[in-house]
């Protein structure tokens, strides 16, 4: 890995170690994008529409956000994950409620989960990128963050 004019404020050592980050958190948030997919189709009862519409709000930001994060990581000089074989490999979401008859409060609480999961992933890796001077991720990751930190209070508030 060598620095470029476009990376050159970031520590050479830490690139590789960002650069795996970010593929986490995209593997992550493919797992989760294909949660609220599931989610989205499958829920059912009194509050169909709003969690219907919600879910889907939710997993056409994770389409866009993911190509950032992946170009974010070409950026670097590295080389995105991808794949749907090797993003469910990586991806430390859990599966959800999957079949028919699922109570919509249990899909509300899967993605949940799959929020606080990103969150996880994404702060990490948002740790590493102050540390070594790479401020454009750790500027990405932030937005990240608080999109999932909101995303989740809209959830939890459901759950009351
Ligand atoms: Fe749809």
Known sequence: M???TATNTIKDSAITDIAAGLNQ?????????AQ??????NVEGAD???????????????????????E???ALDCYSAGGLKTLASMSNIE???S???CPAKDFVASVLVGHEKVIETAHKTRLLAAESGD?????????????HQKFAWMLRSYLK
């Open 25 to 33: 958190l995209v593997a992550d948030s493919y797992g989760l994008m």
């Open 48 to 70: 169909f529409y709003p969690l219907h519409t919600g879910f889907q709000t939710q997993y056409e930001e994770l389409f866009t956000a993911i190509d950032d994060i992946a």
């Open 2 to 4: 060598s620095t470029t």
């Open 36 to 41: 609220l997919h599931l989610a989205h189709w």
């Open 95 to 97: 599966e959800g409620p």
């Open 99 to 101: 079949a028919s008859g």
């Open 72 to 74: 974010r990581v070409r």
């Open 135 to 147: 401020a454009e991720t750790e500027d990405l990751l932030i937005g990240r963050i608080s999109t």
